[in-house]
């Protein structure tokens, strides 16, 4: 995904003037087609991250699309007040795209996690949260919402579906009493293929969600991959009391281990084996 | 004959601020004259950011005593669906540019705007007030870096300088700790307005990044409120609001 994000950028700013690229220090060689073709509408503006954000702000606010990106900690949690003040309170939209999800750099230690962006954001319901899984469907959700006048946070993480699923959609819709919800990359649809479970995905949280489908299942597993149960949050909103529901996620705490994610996630119990063993303990 | 206008401007502020039990007074009364001048003479050209969004009543007041809300308006300040609360909502009026409030905002939104305005060739400038605490923030800094490297000589900073560092860290030798910034630096006195005019001409005719440091008092006009920290954040009672209109001679 974050291979194909400097093409998607260069296409279409190539097509759309009014998009400008703000990016804090990180992946700049693969930019370099965009420095060279467009220099004024790309800037590195270093690690002042919080500076970048108002400073997209300004720029937002005189009719031009920002895009805003760097690595997810350095982003979401040292310049929140900006995403919250300079975008969400002034009603500006803006497209921050952050690089390094949870512990998607888990050799790199705590201070290059993050695994509360989506809890954190999903505070605010004028976030459109995506979460692609392929970077065909990440370039699909980017290309169709950028200019939607909203502000939208695009979550670049590890590849881990082969095809794109574009919409959030079901992917196994057979009547089974058991529902499965994947969100983003948490764990590949592949994995239920031989199991008798509906199968339901979800990249994108909006303010206005469809849930009416879970009325059908008496048992509801939810598995996201940050901190926070927002999906489970969300659904029960919708007053579905009587469903039962197993949120699935990492559990919030600090982490002081390393290793290669692989490692990390079965350390962390975030792994195929550990999800599908709390699956199946789940009556 | 302009100290009577802003005696009764100073007077409205005081009289809502007692209504409504609210209001940061002693910053609204610093930046007094600077905002007059500002609303008399150079906002219809320029594009203005008040940063320092706590003296959100001293920018009503001007608006209410230039005619561009009525009495009505002015006097619902921070009622439940007032336009005019805390601070400024840029989505109640468009002549708040961006909600400020937290302190070191409106200046990186300000060079972001300041960039865009360039990128278009539009050749307003950006007037952008700030208040002396916001350059304990860090972000005060990191616009001064961007708008020296992106050489953005379409904004005008002006700092209230109050003194407001009174109660925590120091700034010391500001102009000089500035001056790596711009070759042009005003320092003037904030109250008056015939040095305030000279200096905003003389940034709109310069082509560099100018700064104004406004040495101002904070709640000047009111004994009683003047450098008075606990008049930071109080709206008078009646009995204090009579004595402030004998003191304002109204």
Same mark, same amino acid.
């Given at each position: 995904m974050r291979k194909v994000f400097p093409e998607i950028i260069e296409k279409l700013m190539s097509k759309d003037k009014k998009i400008f690229c703000l990016l804090g220090d990180i992946g700049i060689f693969s930019f370099r087609n965009i420095f060279k073709r467009f220099n004024n509408r790309?800037?590195?503006? %270093?690690?002042?991250e919080q500076t970048m954000l108002g400073f997209g702000s300004g720029l937002s606010k005189a009719g031009f699309i920002p895009i805003i990106h760097s690595i997810t900690p350095f982003l979401i949690l040292r310049a929140l007040e900006q995403i919250k003040i300079d975008f969400v309170y002034n009603k500006l939209p803006c497209n921050i795209v952050s690089v390094g999800? %949870?512990?998607?750099?888990?050799?790199? $230690?705590t201070t290059h996690h993050c695994f509360e962006d989506i809890s954190i954001l999903s505070?605010?319901?004028d976030i459109n949260l995506f979460l692609p899984s392929n970077p065909n469907e990440f370039k699909h959700l980017f290309e169709k919402n950028y200019k939607n006048k909203s502000v939208n946070y695009f979550r670049i993480s590890?590849? +881990?579906?082969?095809?794109?699923?574009?919409?959030?959609?079901?992917?196994?819709? =057979?009547?089974?009493k058991k529902l499965i919800i994947i969100v983003g990359? %948490?764990?590949?649809s592949e994995t239920f293929a031989d199991k008798k479970v509906d199968l339901y995905y979800i990249n994108s949280i909006k303010r206005k969600m469809n849930?009416?489908?879970?009325?059908?299942?008496k048992n509801v597993v939810i598995i996201e991959p940050?901190?926070?149960s927002i999906l489970e949050r969300k659904i029960r909103r919708n007053n579905f009391l009587n469903t039962k529901i197993l949120s699935i996620g990492y559990d919030e705490t600090i982490v002081h281990k390393y290793g290669t994610k692989l490692i990390q996630d079965k350390y962390l119990k975030f792994n195929k084996e550990n999800i599908l063993k709390r699956i199946n303990e789940f009556k | 004959m302009e100290n009577k206008k802003l005696n009764l401007i100073r007077f409205s502020i005081l009289e809502n601020c007692h209504l409504t039990? !609210? $209001?940061?007074i002693g910053s609204a009364f610093s930046i007094l004259e600077i905002l007059f001048l500002i609303f008399k003479k150079y906002i219809k050209n320029n594009f203005f950011i008040?940063? =320092?969004?706590?003296? %959100?009543i001293g920018m009503y007041a001007m608006m209410y005593y230039f005619k561009q809300i009525n009495k009505k308006t002015f006097f619902?300040?921070?009622?439940?669906?007032?336009?005019? $609360?805390?601070h400024p909502d840029?989505? =109640?009026?468009?002549?708040?540019s961006f909600s400020t409030g937290?302190?070191?905002?409106g200046l990186p939104n300000a060079v972001g705007y300041a960039y865009a305005l360039r990128q278009k060739k539009d050749k307003k400038r950006i007037i952008c007030l700030v208040g002396d605490? !916001?350059?304990?923030?860090?972000t005060t800094w990191e616009s001064l870096h961007a708008i020296d490297n992106y050489k953005l000589h379409n904004l005008i900073l002006i700092i209230d300088?109050?003194?407001?560092?009174f109660r925590s860290i120091k700034f010391h030798n500001l102009k000089k700790k500035l001056s790596v910034f711009s070759n042009k630096i005003y320092e003037i006195n904030g109250h008056n307005i015939s040095s305030i005019d000279k200096a905003i001409k003389k940034c709109l005719k310069g082509k560099n990044f100018n700064i104004i440091i406004a040495n101002t +008092?904070?709640?000047? $006009?009111i004994k009683t409120i003047?450098?008075?920290?606990?008049?930071?954040?109080r709206a008078p009672t009646a009995q204090e609001l009579m004595k402030f209109k004998k003191e304002l001679k109204i």
């Open positions: 790309i800037l590195n503006m %270093s690690t002042m999800a %949870s512990n998607d750099y888990s050799k790199l $230690g505070n605010y319901n590890g590849n +881990v579906e082969k095809k794109p699923i574009n919409n959030n959609s079901f992917i196994i819709n =057979k009547k089974n990359n %948490s764990i590949s849930f009416n489908f879970i009325k059908r299942y940050y901190y926070g | 039990k !609210e $209001g940061h008040l940063s =320092k969004g706590h003296a %959100s619902s300040f921070c009622k439940l669906d007032s336009k005019l $609360g805390g840029s989505t =109640k009026l468009p002549i708040f937290s302190l070191g905002h605490q !916001e350059l304990m923030e860090g300088r109050n003194k407001s560092d +008092v904070k709640g000047y $006009g003047a450098n008075n920290p606990a008049w930071h954040h």
